[in-house]
């Protein structure tokens, strides 16, 4: 589904919603559009973009979160840097291993939670064809989550008028 995001803000809409109760596997796509790439930010061309990820329920966004996230790779238009990126419940980042995503490229990351802990996997499908494996990371997530929405920024909004394409597919929800 397109997600855009308007110049000056921070929300990409449409936004889903949804709550995840028990064990569940899902795996979200995201396909970049040019319109995403920008270098007018100054060091905030650095700070990460949320495409899609899951969190606690009651809690905001930036806080006790997983997400797949983009920014622009700086060094070639048409080119985004995507990692799995973790909110700790103080709202501090940990960036996970960064692996780049051309314009033909979808990014994709999987969520899957057993025993109140939850497996992020990310990589890369190349024009189509080859599926590249990029990250695991399996961190504790017990209780009731949130899906969390694409978003831009840190503490800047967005340069210009956006958009991207953002999918999901349920394998296993209880």
């Not at 000056?8 to 979200?28: R, S, V």
């Not at 100054?42 to 973009?49: A, P, R, T, Y």
């Not at 329920?57 to 799995?84: D, H, Q």
């Not at 990250?135 to 210009?160: H, K, S």
């Amino acid at each position: 589904m397109k997600r855009t995001v308007k110049q000056g803000k921070h929300d990409f809409k449409p936004n889903d919603f949804a709550l995840y109760f028990g064990e569940f596997d899902i795996i979200f796509r995201v396909d970049m559009n040019l319109s995403a790439w920008y270098d007018s930010l100054g060091e905030d061309n650095e700070d990460w973009n949320k495409a899609a990820g899951i969190g606690k329920a009651a809690t905001a966004n930036n806080v006790s979160a997983v997400l797949l996230a983009w920014r622009p790779y700086l060094k070639e238009e048409g080119v985004w840097e995507f990692c799995i990126y973790e909110n700790d419940s103080k709202g501090r980042f940990i960036e996970h291993k960064v692996f780049q995503v051309g314009l033909k490229d979808t990014a994709w990351a999987r969520f899957k939670r057993s025993g109140g802990k939850m497996t992020i996997t990310a990589g890369k499908v190349l024009s189509g064809m080859i599926n590249s494996l990029e990250d695991t990371v399996t961190i504790n997530m017990p209780g009731v989550l949130r899906e969390r929405g694409a978003w831009f920024g840190g503490n800047q909004a967005a340069p210009q008028d956006m958009e991207i394409w953002v999918g999901k597919t349920k394998i296993k929800e209880e």
